[in-house]
């Protein structure tokens, strides 16, 4: 029996997880949090083997709790199960120590399947996403985005065009605040922007791109 965890800021998502992997037979919901710090202290009471999760979360975002997980609890398997453009983001989850990625536009067997898996030690992307990269290797057309952005960048970055300020970013990531400024600085720098407004307008274009 598989032990899952839930993780959504949304109390519907959450319940609707409960409901569907209540009656599971091979998947046992041992229960749900609603932000990233809390996450933590339900594992420490209550280990499980899968935990999927959402990468907006309060308190710790989703990248944020993955770098934790993979240092604490290296056996546990994550999968981001999120509203996020997968093409955007599912990369640098996975860099990040996600075992999966799981659009919220995907059914609710895709979900199973990705979570039984991950479970064997396998990673999942779903076959749209593994052609695209395939197709991108083979000739050289990999999304801009990654091209310009590590990990760390597109985690600064999402910070950025949550609202966050560079104190809020600095204390997240358990990073100075200087650190967080030559992120923001070299980010300008690579989408060839001047300002916060601009950085966060480019952001959400390429985002729009590569989620076409």
Known sequence: MIKLLVVDEHPIVR???????????????MGSVGDGEAIFNFIKNTPVDVIVTEIDLPKLNGITALRRLKKEHPKTKVIIYSGQPEYVYAVSAIKAGAAGYVPKTA???????????VTNGDVYLSHELTQRLALGTKTNKTSPFYKKLSTREVEVLKLLSSGKRNKEIAEELNINEKTVSTYRARLMKKLNVTNLVDLVNQANQLELQDAI
Do not use: C, R, W
């Open 15 to 29: 319940k609707g997880l409960e409901l569907v992997f209540g009656v599971s037979q091979d998947i046992k919901f």
């Open 107 to 117: 059914d609710i067997l895709t979900l199973k399947e990705a979570i039984v898996k």
